[in-house]
């Protein structure tokens, strides 16, 4: 990155700003500030997931269509949140909303398989080069699959993890993903932090945490842990980070590693999959993991996971000596909206509105940021990208600890009151975009964020 002249943020008229935003902010919402205060007598909290209530509020949706999302309160926004990325088709999309209301007619559960699996795993082995799949219902479920895959082939128990990366909420991952820096240890040998409570310590033995960015380090933790490591699970572009980027050859060294050791790699694409390229990370890095893990895009909008492995990973399953079992797997619902997705949707030609959208974005963010002289930079692939405020470029985790949390927080709060919604404020949220985002869409977004530059620039 090209080194350049920058102003340092006055975080005293940071906050001045925030105050503003945040007393404009809350009579817009009246009804989902109210709301909230019924729904918590019966729900915890009012909301139906944590992350829900982050600041400055709960904001309750009411509907949403194509590029464009309404709340309670009847306000309007484009939407760049799109259920943490879900929606990369765009809301209630014609093809999707009739192969629902087709299945559903037909019967929307039975536990037992239907004909459009064949059809649906063909095609992600052909977007992410793996011949076999199963599906189950999240992220989480996708991840934590991929973990007994890789433990099952291998007869040990230890995991290699990157610090600062999310793989959802299950015990055997749910270590280090935005730790305190106080309790990270020193980064030849970060501590496995647990990040919610509850979980039993000796999990935390179980992973093996690394920065990402650093063949080095992964060395050094397989060669500390010789013959112990049943795999590596790595997001191939870290996306709780802002968007980071892999650098070249990393991902191929890390296959190599995992492969002279006897252990897997596997790729949690939850994020990324169907998102970056039609391929996902795979295609986009032409790195071919040994499993991938998919959720949120390939469902369109219904709770929907996947996970693709090598004949040779999935061998205790189809031996039987190992189940992959699960109620709602490959319910028909989430199978017909998948199939729509895939096949009518996010077809290869999507991905080249997607990149001129992101073009456009990038190419709106970048003379501005210039122009205030911002200690910040845009980047992003498909629909997938982020502003990081940070005069250098976010390679780990560690890199993100001095960015100051109210710059971004005082961004997401000028979008919000502009007419553009965001994931629920968390200090290096990315954006999605979908393939109904139009020109005037990612203007707004442009448009907000020349007038963030200006305020903060004083
Ligand atoms: C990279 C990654 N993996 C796994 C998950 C968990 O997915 P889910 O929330 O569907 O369980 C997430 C969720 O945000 C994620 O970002």
């Given at each position: 990155m090209a080194v350049r002249e920058t102003i340092e943020f006055d975080l005293e008229l940071v906050d001045r700003l925030i105050a503003d935003e945040e007393a404009a902010l809350a009579p817009k919402h009246a009804k989902s500030i109210a709301y909230r205060e019924t729904a918590a007598e019966h729900v915890a909290g009012g909301v139906a997931s944590s992350w829900q209530s982050a600041p400055p509020h709960a904001i309750y949706v009411d509907r949403g269509e194509g590029s464009h999302v309404w709340d309670i309160d009847g306000n309007e926004y484009v939407d760049y949140h799109l259920g943490y990325g879900a929606m990369a088709v765009g809301h209630a999309h014609p093809k999707v909303v009739e192969a629902i209301e087709r299945r559903a007619r037909l019967g929307t559960h039975f536990a037992q398989p239907t004909t459009q699996l064949h059809e649906v795993g063909e095609n992600l082995s052909d977007r992410f080069g793996l011949p076999l799949w199963r599906f189950c219902n999240s992220g989480t479920e996708a991840t934590l699959e991929a973990v007994r895959l890789m433990r099952a082939n291998t007869g040990r128990d230890l995991i290699v993890k990157i610090e600062g990366t999310y793989h959802g909420h299950h015990d055997s991952l749910m270590f280090s993903v935005a730790p305190d820096p106080e309790l990270i240890g020193d980064r030849r040998n970060p501590f496995t932090v647990p990040?919610?409570?509850?979980?039993?310590?000796?999990?935390?033995?179980l992973v093996r945490v690394v920065p990402f960015n650093d063949l080095g380090e992964a060395e050094r933790a397989f060669a500390e842990h010789e013959g112990q490591i049943a795999g590596m699970i790595v997001e191939p572009a870290m996306m709780n980070c802002g968007v980071v980027l892999p650098q070249p050859g990393y991902l191929q060294g890390l296959l190599e590693l995992c492969h002279r050791n006897g252990a897997y790699l596997a790729f949690d694409e939850v994020k990324t999959g169907a998102t970056?390229?039609?391929?996902?990370a795979v295609e986009v890095f032409g790195v071919q993991p040994d499993i991938v893990c998919l959720a949120k895009a390939i469902g369109g909008g219904v709770p929907c996971g996947a996970i693709g492995a090598t004949t040779e990973l999935f061998g205790p399953v189809l031996r039987g000596d190992h189940d992959i079992a699960g109620t709602f797997n490959g319910n028909p619902l989430t199978m017909a909206a998948s199939r729509a997705v895939l096949f009518d949707v996010l077809t290869p030609d999507a991905y080249v509105r997607l990149n001129e959208i992101d073009r456009q974005l990038k190419e709106g963010i970048r003379p501005i940021i210039d122009r205030y002289h911002l200690p910040a930079y845009v980047t992003g692939v498909g629909a997938k990208g982020s502003i990081t405020y940070s005069a250098t470029e976010v390679r780990e985790y560690r890199d993100t600890i001095g960015i100051p949390e109210n710059v971004s927080y005082l961004a997401w709060l000028m979008q919000q009151n502009r007419g553009v919604f965001k994931s629920p404020w968390a200090k290096m949220e990315t954006w999605t975009l979908s393939v109904v985002h139009s020109d005037e869409d990612a203007k707004r977004y442009v448009d907000n964020f020349e007038e963030f530059a200006a305020a903060v620039a004083g």
């Amino acid at each position: 990155m090209a080194v350049r002249e920058t102003i340092e943020f006055d975080l005293e008229l940071v906050d001045r700003l925030i105050a503003d935003e945040e007393a404009a902010l809350a009579p817009k919402h009246a009804k989902s500030i109210a709301y909230r205060e019924t729904a918590a007598e019966h729900v915890a909290g009012g909301v139906a997931s944590s992350w829900q209530s982050a600041p400055p509020h709960a904001i309750y949706v009411d509907r949403g269509e194509g590029s464009h999302v309404w709340d309670i309160d009847g306000n309007e926004y484009v939407d760049y949140h799109l259920g943490y990325g879900a929606m990369a088709v765009g809301h209630a999309h014609p093809k999707v909303v009739e192969a629902i209301e087709r299945r559903a007619r037909l019967g929307t559960h039975f536990a037992q398989p239907t004909t459009q699996l064949h059809e649906v795993g063909e095609n992600l082995s052909d977007r992410f080069g793996l011949p076999l799949w199963r599906f189950c219902n999240s992220g989480t479920e996708a991840t934590l699959e991929a973990v007994r895959l890789m433990r099952a082939n291998t007869g040990r128990d230890l995991i290699v993890k990157i610090e600062g990366t999310y793989h959802g909420h299950h015990d055997s991952l749910m270590f280090s993903v935005a730790p305190d820096p106080e309790l990270i240890g020193d980064r030849r040998n970060p501590f496995t932090v647990p990040q919610a409570m509850g979980i039993p310590e000796t999990f935390s033995k179980l992973v093996r945490v690394v920065p990402f960015n650093d063949l080095g380090e992964a060395e050094r933790a397989f060669a500390e842990h010789e013959g112990q490591i049943a795999g590596m699970i790595v997001e191939p572009a870290m996306m709780n980070c802002g968007v980071v980027l892999p650098q070249p050859g990393y991902l191929q060294g890390l296959l190599e590693l995992c492969h002279r050791n006897g252990a897997y790699l596997a790729f949690d694409e939850v994020k990324t999959g169907a998102t970056l390229a039609y391929g996902g990370a795979v295609e986009v890095f032409g790195v071919q993991p040994d499993i991938v893990c998919l959720a949120k895009a390939i469902g369109g909008g219904v709770p929907c996971g996947a996970i693709g492995a090598t004949t040779e990973l999935f061998g205790p399953v189809l031996r039987g000596d190992h189940d992959i079992a699960g109620t709602f797997n490959g319910n028909p619902l989430t199978m017909a909206a998948s199939r729509a997705v895939l096949f009518d949707v996010l077809t290869p030609d999507a991905y080249v509105r997607l990149n001129e959208i992101d073009r456009q974005l990038k190419e709106g963010i970048r003379p501005i940021i210039d122009r205030y002289h911002l200690p910040a930079y845009v980047t992003g692939v498909g629909a997938k990208g982020s502003i990081t405020y940070s005069a250098t470029e976010v390679r780990e985790y560690r890199d993100t600890i001095g960015i100051p949390e109210n710059v971004s927080y005082l961004a997401w709060l000028m979008q919000q009151n502009r007419g553009v919604f965001k994931s629920p404020w968390a200090k290096m949220e990315t954006w999605t975009l979908s393939v109904v985002h139009s020109d005037e869409d990612a203007k707004r977004y442009v448009d907000n964020f020349e007038e963030f530059a200006a305020a903060v620039a004083g």
